[in-house]
């Protein structure tokens, strides 16, 4: 049996992390069974070390960074953190389970991550500040506080928050961005490798899901992302909630 | 027979354009055989209208802009412009040669090329404004300062001239970019795709190329690039060198 490793919130059962999602979503996909264990940030660090997950990346002190999503696999022994190693371990371990890495795409997928974090910025801009009260538990939304207001090169989260009409322009940016997307895809396809789902549209799902976990279903940010580009992306959500968002306890 | 059309510069036979290699590169790759047509900038768009070739994207005023490459193929009376859908037409039409898109990649291979050119923004500032008094003859390089200002927002493209420490600095940011592509890639892989190239590597040695086409293959410039990352850009540019470099006139 895989153990995922998540992050806790306000509310039971319903995860929140857009890079926590990207392994949930995998190992749906999938179809392994496994069971969750909840974390709040401050305990993320010690659980790794205990399963023996290697750190993914540094503090900006260049001390070691320990991160979920991580998974242990105790068929093999096998613990590891970064949701695109777990990709490739999964892959590997359950060859009969649907694909996340296509062979040969590795390198597209990662950079196609990468690429998409990176020209997100101004969703970030509107969603970071709402975390901490909407998501976090107090011990956990301290943390968040102080490691991303580091992160953004800001004083504290709430200066980033953007309102009224600079609002509006902010969002307005975010469509243009999830434009140039729907530009690079061919009409037809529904996912970015047209007729299957792979590791890239289980990160693009992550981040439009977070908008949903934010201000709801019926919001009119969500309902607005689900209506861009001819409902693109309404349709690959529809897609997800049916079928690749169970959160087994 | 294939007529592709290339911009022509200061030394006959020197292809310069880093657009216009990425389809001399998949042409070369095809091993389809094409005779070269050389522009000047502001001849493109009434050879453009005239072999019945798309206009590609819009000018700062809106209007539309055409651009090389672009290939007017005989057999099948169609032009296209855009090194992308050249790509996918040389593909469909010429189905026994090697695949420069295989099946699924195209919205990857998209991301990739964007990714790689708003990432490299600090080579641009290096190489821009040496690409007039090296590459260009008087027409074209006229062209070239006016729209590149635009595109850039600076009066002249001559302010963006780094120098002395700011340049070795710059340099090194060029290094970390190449180095965050570097960590994206399998170590054992020689091409973005693993063990063929693809079109997201013809883009990348097409930006690698235009620093030898610029300063030389003996630079100090390009000696370092072809250092970097253990050898793995020298050892892909060694093999566009012996294979893929052909121009034929």
């Known amino acids: 049996m895989i153990t995922f490793y998540d992050l806790d919130g306000k509310v039971k059962g319903i995860p929140w992390n857009i890079n926590v999602w990207k392994t949930r979503y995998s190992l749906n996909y999938k179809g392994l069974p496994y069971k969750t264990v909840w974390l709040e940030y401050p305990d993320i660090e010690s659980t790794m070390k205990k399963i023996g997950a290697l750190p993914t990346t540094v503090k900006h002190d260049g001390s070691p960074m320990y991160t979920v999503p991580a998974i242990y696999d105790d068929s093999t022994e096998v613990a590891i ?5 777990i990709a490739e371990y999964l892959d590997k371990t359950y060859p009969d389970t649907p694909v996340l890495i296509p062979r040969g795409t590795y390198a597209l997928q990662n950079a196609f991550q990468e690429f998409l974090f990176s020209k997100l910025m101004p969703l970030w801009i509107l969603t970071i500040p709402d975390v901490p009260s909407k998501c976090l ?4 939304a301290e943390y968040f506080e102080k490691h991303r207001s580091l992160d953004f090169g800001v004083p504290s989260l709430e200066v980033m928050r953007v309102t009224g009409e600079a609002r509006e322009a902010q969002w307005l940016k975010v ?3 999830f434009g ?3 530009k690079m895809m061919k009409d037809s396809d ?3 490798m047209g007729d299957k789902p792979s590791f890239v549209d289980f990160v693009l799902a992550s981040m439009i899901l977070s908008i949903k976990t934010l201000y709801g279903k019926e919001s009119k940010e969500y309902q607005n992302v689900m209506s861009w580009h001819g409902g693109r992306w309404g349709r690959i959500m529809t897609i997800f909630d049916e079928k690749y968002s169970t959160v087994p306890m």
Chains 1, 2 share one sequence.
Do not use: K
């Open 175 to 177: 469509q243009e961005i």
């Open 81 to 85: 953190a970064d949701s695109v190693l």
């Open 190 to 192: 529904t996912w970015i």
């Open 137 to 140: 538990n107090p011990r956990s």
């Open 180 to 182: 140039s997307f729907h």
